[in-house]
């Protein structure tokens, strides 16, 4: 930032105090956004990377500034209190917009691994729009034992494996302390991992990073490139809107669908387009996605972890598979345009990774489903579930709360055929929208993912596999069909068809709705808050922000 006039010396005295010569203060300056903390393992590498960072900036000719924000994790928020963790997406983006708009950085280097930061992340970049790179922490490394590999995921669905009785405490014990086996993100195409790549592919993240274990020299390696890179993109003025725009978003999505992502992408890619003036919505969602073909599954929906997608070729590879469905001219920070990343690529395991031509199967792997029971739609991970799943219909069971469930499914009272519907979970029902991936996981441990259904409008994991159908809107608190369904109802589930239905009359739904309340929940202020601004599923579920 250059001295124009003498009221510049107050900002040089007070930067000068933090150690910064006067040369310093006069290059770029470029804010380090990070997520650092230890408080979870996927962000406690980036203290270290962004010292990689710092030299690749200081060596290009620039100054870095680091400053963090909040990082929370999904996996541990939810059997403690997950109703904040959504939220925080939107805090984060304006939490950085807010600092960065207060200190005028040149550029961004975004540091975050996890859920909901990598999504803040990018819609602080979009609305933000300074040149601006991101870097993930890299993926944890998967435990291996008695000839089987493990990953977080695998932990969840423990739980109802051995609550069934299936396994000895002691060898639940040991993959407990153990399936959990270093630090980075949960080596699963979970949403961490879906939003890392996601990144990757509109170009601001370069690729091969999200896939790159967390403890590797290239990991540094990349961390310095990026700095370095940053000044690049400052001194030639290349701001953030050239890579996140509308063709970018719609390769991202096309290749998350290829790939088996998560279905909190519904969510923070309408989030993400939002705040970078981007019009997109839940049908566009569908319609960009629904065609491209499933050349990959990752754990869940697979036996294989980063690790393996890493080692097969990474994003690279599976840009390549799908090349023909691209727009090749879109614009990356690090590695040219798409096409020439697609040039350089090879798929090296092709039992992982298929081609268009032979594809796992001839669609994307989600589903938005419509109907009675979802006018303005519900999204499914139709890659997840298995083919005898993809119709399903039977009766109700209804519950009101993620607790009343998992009491139901730690008593094994739920039978084959049922249709679970948990409501009241939705993002102003919750509030928050919190996700309801352990009795999904519960669900698949006892075997029960090939006969019974799951219904919310709250949202489930990128760790979710079975037939869980999330984000039904209106939600219950909104006084939407969820809210109406009895004990008995007979739901009708058809991916095929992407379509869900309650089989009750309009008339019988309508009466329902005149007796209809709303239960009561004793929330704190900050959640009656979240509450009265957010928005629905259908529109990414944001708050804090308004349209023009």
Not at 115 to 123: F, R, S, T
């Amino acid at each position: 930032m250059e001295s124009n006039t003498n009221y510049e010396a107050y900002y040089h005295g007070l930067m000068g105090a933090t150690g910064l010569r006067e040369k310093d203060i006069l290059k770029p300056t470029i804010g380090i956004v990070n997520s650092w903390t230890e408080a979870n393992p996927g962000h406690k590498p980036l203290r270290e990377l962004a010292d990689s960072v710092k030299q690749g900036v200081w060596a290009a000719g620039g100054t870095p500034v680091e400053f963090n924000v909040p990082a929370p994790c999904d996996g541990m928020a939810q059997l403690r209190e997950m109703n904040y963790v959504l939220m925080q997406r939107d805090l984060i983006a304006s939490n950085i917009e807010a600092m960065v708009r207060s200190h005028e950085f040149d550029g961004l280097v975004f540091l975050g691994s996890c859920d909901k930061i990598i999504p803040g992340m990018l819609m602080a970049a979009g609305a933000l729009n300074l040149p601006s790179i991101m870097l993930t922490a890299g993926a944890m490394l998967p435990y291996t034992s008695d000839g089987k590999t493990y990953s977080t995921p695998d932990l969840k669905e423990l739980i109802g494996t051995w609550n069934s009785g299936k396994i000895s405490d002691e060898k639940f014990q040991d993959l407990k302390e153990n399936i959990c086996n270093s630090c980075g993100t949960c080596s699963m195409y979970g949403t961490a991992n879906t939003l890392g790549v996601f990144a990757e592919v509109i170009g601001i993240c370069p690729i091969g990073s999200t896939t790159e274990t967390f403890a590797t020299a290239r990991k540094q390696k990349q961390a310095r490139d990026a700095g370095e890179a940053i000044i690049e993109l400052v001194n030639h003025d290349i701001r953030a809107r050239e890579f996140i725009n509308r063709e970018s978003i719609e390769n991202g999505l096309m290749h998350i669908s290829a790939t088996g992502g998560s279905t909190n992408a519904a969510l923070h890619i309408l989030a993400i387009a939002k705040y970078a003036g981007i019009d997109m919505n839940l049908k566009d969602f569908d319609r960009i996605q629904r065609d491209i073909p499933l050349i990959a599954k990752w754990k869940p929906s697979s036996a294989y972890n980063l690790m393996d997608y890493n080692q097969s070729g990474g994003v690279g590879a599976t840009l390549f598979a799908i090349k023909d469905y691209l727009h090749l001219g879109a614009k990356t920070v690090m590695d040219g345009k798409i096409s020439d990343v697609i040039e350089k690529a090879e798929i090296k395991n092709p039992d992982l990774i298929k081609t268009s031509e032979s594809p796992i199967e001839d669609r994307g792997c989600f589903s938005v489903l419509y109907g009675n029971l979802a006018p303005n739609g519900s999204v499914v991970k139709r890659s997840g579930v298995e083919k005898e799943m993809y119709y399903h219909r039977g009766p109700a069971v209804v519950f009101d709360s993620e607790e009343e469930v998992m009491e139901s499914l730690k008593d094994s009272s739920i039978k084959e055929g049922d249709v679970l519907v948990i409501r009241y979970e939705g993002p102003k029902g919750g509030p928050g929208m919190r996700e309801l991936s352990i009795p999904a996981a519960m669900l698949v441990g006892m075997g029960l993912h090939k006969s019974v259904a799951m219904i919310t409008d709250g949202r489930f994991s990128g760790a979710t596999r079975g037939p869980c159908v999330g984000h039904v809107s209106p939600e219950a608190y909104e006084k939407g069909p969820i809210a109406l369904i009895e004990n008995g109802d007979i739901i009708e589930i058809d991916l095929n068809n992407n379509t869900i239905n309650l089989e009750v009359s309009e008339e019988v739904l309508e009466e329902r709705r005149k007796n209809l309340k709303v239960p009561e929940k004793n929330i704190t202020k900050l959640l009656k808050v979240y509450r009265r601004l957010v928005e629905p599923a259908e529109k990414g579920a944001t708050w804090l922000f308004e349209e023009d």
